[in-house]
């Protein structure tokens, strides 16, 4: 399967990924890297410890908390070195910004930002929290 960033690459567009993939990992072919991005910074599950990096579990009858794997990565491999107690949308919005400052304007971009801020197990920082205090009465820190 060719995806869009292959056919804009091939266009003469330099391609870039940060956030949440979800699209494939089996093989070198199925990543961002493979589908013709330059570079990607993100996670490849369907859900990850906004704090944490790791695969986050909710099903049913599970533990309901996250894994050890951490699942952060750039580009060829782990991003160990960004993880830790950074709030990862910070570290995505920090990886997009850096790439439109460094890109040079003379050549098309084709940059993909996909948003983990709207995934489980839907973390906010502590100082947002109480903005959503009317949507239940856990903490900051809650994996619910």
């Not at 890297?33 to 790791?54: I, K, L, P, V, W």
């Not at 983990?116 to 820190?141: E, R, Y």
Request: net charge negative; hydrophobic share 35%; aromatic share 14%.
């Amino acid at each position: 399967m060719t995806g869009i960033a292959s056919k804009m690459r091939a266009a003469g567009y330099r391609t870039h990924m940060t956030g949440k993939w979800d699209a494939g990992m089996a093989t070198w072919d199925h990543t961002p890297m493979g589908r013709g991005y330059e570079s990607f910074f993100g996670y490849f599950q369907h859900a990850n410890d906004y704090y944490e990096q790791t695969v986050y579990s909710a099903v049913p009858g599970s533990e309901g908390g996250c894994d050890t794997g951490v699942d952060l990565w750039e580009n060829e491999g782990p991003a160990h070195g960004r993880n830790g107690t950074a709030y990862e949308e910070e570290l995505f919005t920090a990886n997009t910004l850096a790439i439109l400052e460094a890109h040079d304007p003379a050549e098309p971009l084709f940059l993909f930002h996909a948003f983990h801020v709207v995934h489980t197990p839907l973390q906010v920082p502590a100082d947002m929290f109480h903005t959503f205090d009317f949507m239940g009465k856990q903490g900051p820190d809650s994996h619910n």
